[in-house]
């Protein structure tokens, strides 16, 4: 909302300097934008009365004007043949330069010069060059009655400073989209009571009686619940002419383009009190319906109905807007534009004049389907209040008699403001809410400043608001208002006092940390990545994107699916870093992912936390690791699972699993089957880890050696961990031994290990620790394979003697060659 | 024959040759191929196009054939490994996997500062949750006093989905749950992930993170929120710092302010970091509004409270002099190695 200092200053006094006021408004009323200070902007310039007036002897085009400024007679030439003796005009005189191009890449500075052999000195402005309207083809003829001499920015109010406050402050205010409004508020932060002017209060109510021959406009109004109110007045002998240039600038400085008198007072008043106004050509909307009298009705659109607008634009009206139409026509999308059939032109001799109110959210809605977000929706989608449309109207009718010679055809009554009903709150429950210690006399003040009326009884209050202050309706309303007069920056603060509670977050926070550190301290990077993917990602995994939730407004084709796992994104980081010169690395991602098949008890899609990991080599830095990548991953994996103390991690096959979960499907079609596995915890299956399929190396780039996993945090976090691993110091020695396994390729890792923990079960004083030293597989003998595995024996009683581990280890033997046809190598 | 026959007739010639051929990437350099691309100069430029089309369409077909089954190719060789082994068979010592150094290691700095930031408002006596990143009309806007077609919520540009889920635009969509999980006296605060409608550019991302705080109990003023954001941030900072307000609105809070800081960095003298204001603007924040707090089954006769929300990577980017906000989600190993 821009607004005019010099317009404020109409409605009250402003002793601040503006950069102290420009503060107050920050500090009390909303965020200031932008200050445009047009203090300087019209410098010198003056209004001049034309005193002779004769054709260029040299040129056809140019005129020769002798003016005075009342202190001496100048020679101007113009191209303007219309100006006569006696005209008023601005003057730019050598040295000036024109006001819409100061501040511009090219200021233009006037200068005396010869135009075809007659002096110069100087140039009459048109009203584009004095920014006053858009007129560019004449000289602007001035309406003042200054004297020669006096400054064009003291007649015409020019030296003011715009203040831009922003809207979305004003959200629940729409008496700020009104000058009055700000002007109140201005008065109210500066502790001075505010008057609003007599005929916006309109205490008493009115008659507005015919001036002229009467003329009958029959109002039929379909939707009263979506147009509570609706008002007209019509008025002969209009004459449709440039408003007064006073008006016209201050339109023209606050963003409204002047059109004509008629128009241009219907934004005037728009825009000093909130309430949009919309003037019909009376005799258009009759044509329309071949009628001799016009008719309006208020309806929903038709099916298939079109309307052009002002704008030229036309649009087929949503079912649920609301329509101003004649018998047989639509004229106006109620309170958002009027319609190209009806409007205002130099012919117009007979107007309707329409004040109403219309529901804030039909208004919102219309607005956002058709895209046309014009000063009228702007404020009706703020809830003006519906009190004051017969007030302005009134207004608007003295204002169309005074500047554009219109006389009311129809007699007018208009009740007086029904004022807000009262809201009851007392003085502790204002200070207990602030933190202040206000006396009631002190709010009271502060509340009657803008023209509340505050009835005190004690310590209770009773506040009336008034008709425009349609946001005030509960207590805590109250307590903003008087915290925001008073000024927060006045409250005293100090920190709230309580128990002191131990907190504890939820143990998945904790999680998250240990992952993340542990991770990173064995060498890997954590990234995040977007949680909305491109569904050409899942084209090049080979996942369905059906289970994927899509945006239905996503800022590009990049950014349209919610995810359903974390891999894919992190897949896409590998070549890229690749190629900036990272040879190789870890990274990891704990974030969120959500698919249709997963929904929670709330009805919402269950969130999947998860962790996802690749590890990846490009071909120099592969060159350090030999095998098959997958293990790798596993490396990691167990190592961060170890740090977790999460002891029973088993690897299924992935080839030789089976699950039901779609998201643990979704996860597995990423890899090549031979080489990747479920990670199984408990019976749980977390998650898989593995090696990419071939494609899926090959739509990423990504090198050959480079693997990866993904997990389920939430499963994880539910698996009960032992707090600590710690086994105490034992005193006796301990004693080591490698053994040998020659095996079947079939037996795996995991079987040779098991039953070595197994056999030594049975003695739980006994402490075995098992490493694996060695997989070996001979060239010629590609059915077995060899595992060599150092176990270290401790006891907590004795020391073990020599024959008591040959004892140990020979059973080990005997269970191996039964169980697994394993040969002591 | 027409061109479109031809076409038909090449493509199954092709395929069929395809069959046979022991490498197959040799279907690409196919005679008739190059006939097809040849013949395109025959033709009437107004059915070039469509031709063009045609045969690219064919080119393509055939090359997804062959790298299928370049992929089966390769896939057979794979040799099934033990997954339940840790390395690999006849694997030296030295070339067996290993974990990497410490050094290489980095967190990212989101999540570093998440930590510091929780660890300040634990040690005040607030619990920390997470956001969701989907979540229903209700909690995002209908338990936080926006009524449906409010314009207030034109002021919040929501991700959608096609069943009308959103994606959070703050991390107030907890705000209901937290008021309805615990019982007054309340303190927490939840951090997590939001999303703006907005384009991207070095100060915009349409991922972002937000810090969100619930305080309630009886007798809580505006005085209390000052103070409690005050002491945050002189722990953050490590540092005095003075703040003002500016009245703001929000639907859910009443009233409502933006808090901001004097700058920490140059303590109001002008700085980059403050753009030479010498105040930072960091905090939307009020007194909760008591159709909110009616929403969360708490009396807001009896109890009132104070709610506020700022963004973490505002935070992050203003520590480290960040210059893009875009690098946060980039994936740049670059950029990330530096946070330790």
């Known amino acids: 909302m821009k607004i005019s200092l010099k317009l404020i200053q109409k409605f009250t006094s402003v002793d601040l300097p503006v950069e102290a006021l420009v ?44 003016m005075t400024n009342g202190r001496e007679e100048v020679q101007v030439v113009s191209g303007d043949s219309e100006l006569n003796v006696g005209d008023k005009v ?107 002017p007599q005929w916006y209060l309109l205490e008493a109510g009115g008659l507005l009686r015919a001036t002229a021959e009467p003329l009958s406009v029959k109002v039929q109004n379909e939707i009263p619940m979506l147009v509570p109110a609706y008002n007209v007045a019509i008025m002969r002998d209009v004459r449709v002419q440039p408003s007064p240039i006073l008006i016209q600038s201050h339109l023209k400085r606050v963003g409204i383009r002047p059109i004509n008198n008629v128009v241009d007072i219907t934004n005037y008043l728009m825009y000093v009190s909130g309430q949009p106004l919309h003037a019909f050509d009376y005799d258009k909307v009759a044509a329309l319906d071949n009628a001799q009298t016009a008719e309006l009705i208020i309806r929903l659109p038709h099916q298939g109905e079109t309307l052009t607008l002002l704008d030229g634009k036309t649009i087929e009206p949503h079912s649920q807007a609301m329509l101003i139409a004649s018998r047989h026509h639509a004229i106006g999308l109620g309170g ?190 954590e990234l995040q990545t977007y949680s ?23 800022l590009s084709p990049e950014l349209q699916l919610i995810r359903t796992s974390l891999l894919p994104s992190l897949l896409e980081k590998v070549h890229p870093n690749h190629k900036a010169g990272f040879d190789d690395f870890g990274m990891f991602e704990i974030g969120k992912s959500h698919n249709k098949h997963d929904i929670g008890d709330d009805q919402l899609p269950r969130e999947h936390i998860g962790l996802s990991y690749i590890f990846s080599a490009e071909k120099k830095a592969a060159k350090d690791y030999h095998g098959s990548p997958f293990y790798q991953a596993k490396k990691h994996l167990a190592y961060l699972l170890s740090e977790l103390q999460l002891q029973n991690s088993m690897y299924q096959p992935l080839h030789s699993a089976s699950f039901d979960e779609w998201w643990l499907q979704n996860i597995a079609l990423l890899f090549e089957p031979k080489r990747a ?149 | 024959m027409s061109m479109k026959d031809t076409i038909t007739v090449i493509t199954q010639t092709l395929k069929a040759r395809l069959e046979q051929l022991e490498n197959k990437r040799d279907i690409l350099k196919a005679p008739e191929l190059k006939q097809l691309y040849n013949a395109m100069k025959q033709l009437e430029p107004d059915e070039r196009p469509a031709y063009g089309k045609a045969i690219n369409e064919l080119r393509v077909e055939l090359e997804q054939l062959v790298v299928n089954h370049e992929d089966q190719l390769s896939t057979a060789l794979i040799e099934p490994i033990d997954v339940t082994a840790p390395f690999d068979c006849n694997v030296p010592v030295e070339k067996r996997p290993r974990l990497l150094t410490v050094e290489h290691g980095s967190r990212h700095p989101l999540t570093t500062e998440r930590e510091i930031v929780a660890s300040i408002f634990n040690r005040m006596g607030y619990i920390v949750h997470d956001s969701r990143e989907l979540d229903d009309d209700y909690h995002m806007f209908g338990a936080l006093n926006f009524p449906e077609g409010h314009p207030a919520r034109d002021d919040y540009d929501t991700f959608m989905t096609d069943e009308g889920l959103i994606a959070p635009a703050h991390t107030s969509t907890m705000q209901n749950r937290i008021l309805r999980w615990y019982k007054p006296p309340i303190s927490a605060v939840v951090i997590g992930r939001c999303f703006r409608n907005e384009d991207l550019d070095p100060r915009h991302e349409h991922t972002l993170n937000q810090v969100e705080g619930v305080y309630v109990d009886k007798k809580v003023n505006a005085g209390h929120l000052l103070a409690t954001l005050q ?101 740049k190993l670059a950029f990330l190695k530096q946070f330790k």
């Open chain 2, 231 to 331: 002491s945050f941030l002189e722990a953050y900072y490590k540092t005095e710092i003075e703040f003002r307000t500016q009245p703001a609105y929000f639907p859910f809070t009443e009233p409502s302010f933006e808090f901001a800081l004097s700058c920490p960095f140059c303590h109001k003298k002008g700085c980059v970091i403050c753009g030479q204001e010498g105040w930072i603007e960091l905090i939307g924040c009020g007194m909760i509004h008591p159709n909110v707090l009616q929403e969360g089954g708490i009396d807001p006769r009896e109890y009132t409270g104070f709610a506020w929300g700022f963004g973490l990577d505002r935070l992050v980017m203003m520590k480290h002099a960040i210059e893009d906000v875009r690098y946060f989600q980039s994936g």
């Open chain 1, 532 to 554: 909305f993917i491109p569904a050409k990602l899942l084209e090049k995994t080979g996942q369905d994107d059906k289970p994927a939730y899509r945006l239905r407004n996503a």
């Open chain 1, 23 to 66: 503060a107050k408004i920050g500090a009390q009323l909303g965020a200031v934008e932008e200050v445009i200070d047009l203090r300087q902007k019209h410098y010198g310039i003056e209004v001049v009365k034309i005193i002779e007036a004769k054709p260029h002897p040299n040129a056809d085009r140019l005129n020769v004007y002798q």
């Open chain 1, 90 to 196: 601005a003057w730019i005189a050598p040295g000036q330069t024109v006001p819409s191009t100061k501040g511009t890449s090219y200021p233009v500075v006037m200068e005396a010069r010869e135009m075809r052999g007659e002096m110069s000195n100087g140039m009459f402005a048109s009203g584009k060059e004095l920014d006053i309207n858009d007129d560019h083809q004449r000289v602007l003829k001035l309406d003042t009655d200054a004297a020669p001499g006096t400054l064009l920015a003291e007649a015409y109010e020019l030296d003011d400073v715009i203040i831009d406050i922003e809207n979305k402050m004003f959200t629940h205010r729409p008496d700020c989209f009104g000058v009055i409004g700000v002007a109140r508020e201005i008065a109210g932060i500066q502790g001075r009571p505010f008057h609003s």
């Open chain 1, 336 to 525: 958002i534009m009027g319609g190209a059939n009806s409007e205002v032109d130099e012919h117009t001799r007979t107007i309707i004049i329409e004040s109403a109110h219309f529901d804030m959210f039909a208004i919102r809605r219309t607005s956002m389907i058709h895209g046309i977000f014009s000063d009228a929706a702007t404020r009706f989608s703020k809830g003006q209040s519906r009190e004051q449309a017969r007030i302005v109207l009134a207004k608007a009718v003295t204002l169309m008699g005074e500047h554009a010679n219109a006389n009311l055809a129809t007699e007018l009554g208009i009740e007086a403001p029904l004022p807000a009903p009262p809201i009851k709150t007392n003085v502790q429950f204002i200070n207990d809410r602030l933190g202040s210690q206000l006396h009631a006399a002190e709010i009271k003040k502060l509340l009657t400043n803008v023209e509340m009326s505050v009835h005190v009884h004690q310590d209770q209050l009773t506040i009336t608001p008034p008709f425009w202050r349609t946001d005030l309706e509960i207590a805590e309303d109250i307590v903003e208002e008087v915290g925001r007069l008073h000024g927060y920056g006045e409250l005293p603060h100090e920190l709230p006092l309580r128990p002191s509670h131990a907190v504890t977050n939820p143990s998945i926070e904790a999680l998250k940390t240990a992952i993340s550190t542990t991770l990173a301290t064995a060498g890997n990077n």
């Open chain 1, 677 to 825: 596995a479920v990670i199984v915890i408990n019976g749980l299956s977390l998650g898989v880890i593995g090696e990419f399929r071939q494609a899926i190396k090959r739509n990423f780039k990504l090198p050959s050696f480079v693997s990866g996993f993904e997990l389920d945090l939430l499963m994880l976090h539910g698996i009960n961990r032992p707090a600590s691993a710690y086994q105490p110091l034992l005193r006796f020695p301990s004693t080591e031994q490698d053994i040998c396994f020659k095996i079947p390729k079939m037996i795996t890792y995991s079987d040779v290990l098991q039953l070595i923990e197994k056999s030594f079960v049975d003695d739980e004083r006994l402490r075995v620790t098992i490493t694996p030293v060695d997989i070996y597989q001979r060239e010629n003998d590609i059915k077995h394979k060899q595992i060599t595995f150092r176990i270290n024996l401790q006891h907590h009683d004795r020391t073990l003697t020599t024959s008591e581990v040959n004892v140990l280890i020979d059973r080990l033997v005997l269970q191996a060659a039964n169980v697994l046809r394993a040969t002591k190598v």
